[in-house]
């Protein structure tokens, strides 16, 4: 009588743990972020016309990188082809507006934290639907230590600038947000 106790105790703790598993098993959340909207079927094509730096002071790797940076998103990221030509059913532009350092910070008398801050502005031009044509102004800030010369203020911050540029860019085109 001893041993059957024993034996239902274990067959009705091992019945309760199966059925907790099956449980979390099936009540699993799922959830995704899309990060781009839907392309319409017809969009087949895009140009990424060469980035221009136009601020007063040209950081001169910057053009050349964003403007190569943000054709290797558009590849890696959607359905669509490059093109250089002029019929592209995207046809992107715009150019390095603002490019400039500030103090944001000071210990003693001298500077202890500087920003620079990056403006772009975005021409985006829809050939197959006008409606969706817009130019924008982006500004992004990157702060660095003070110590740093602007060139060594650069150096550390040249990826993450164009990542983030090139991000903003990316989704005020491609995002619904």
């Known amino acids: 009588m001893c041993t059957r106790n024993i034996f239902s105790g274990t067959v ?8 907790i598993l099956t449980m979390f098993q099936f009540s699993t959340c799922k959830y995704s972020f899309k990060d781009t909207s839907p392309i319409p079927a017809e969009v ?3 140009r990424v016309n060469y980035l221009e730096n136009k601020a007063a ?11 190569e940076r943000l054709k290797q998103k558009i590849i890696n ?12 059913h995207y046809d992107i532009s ?12 000071i210990s003693g008398n001298n500077a202890s934290g500087n920003r620079l801050t990056v403006g772009f ?20 800030s990157f702060d660095f230590d003070g110590n740093l ?24 085109i491609f995002s619904n947000w």
Do not use: C, W
């Open 57 to 67: 002071y040209v950081n001169t790797q910057l053009s050349p990188q964003l403007t």
């Open 12 to 19: 009705i703790s091992l019945l309760t743990a199966f059925f």
């Open 121 to 140: 502005h975005l021409s985006f031009k829809n050939n197959l639907d006008e409606k969706k044509n817009m130019e924008v102004d982006m500004l992004r």
């Open 44 to 46: 087949k094509t895009f």
């Open 94 to 105: 715009g150019y390095v507006s603002q490019y400039y350092t500030s103090t944001i910070s």
């Open 77 to 88: 990221t959607t359905r669509l082809r490059q093109t250089n030509n002029d019929d592209a």
């Open 149 to 172: 010369s602007l060139s060594q203020a650069e150096a550390s911050l040249n990826d993450e600038i164009i990542k983030n540029v090139v991000d903003e860019i990316f989704n005020k």
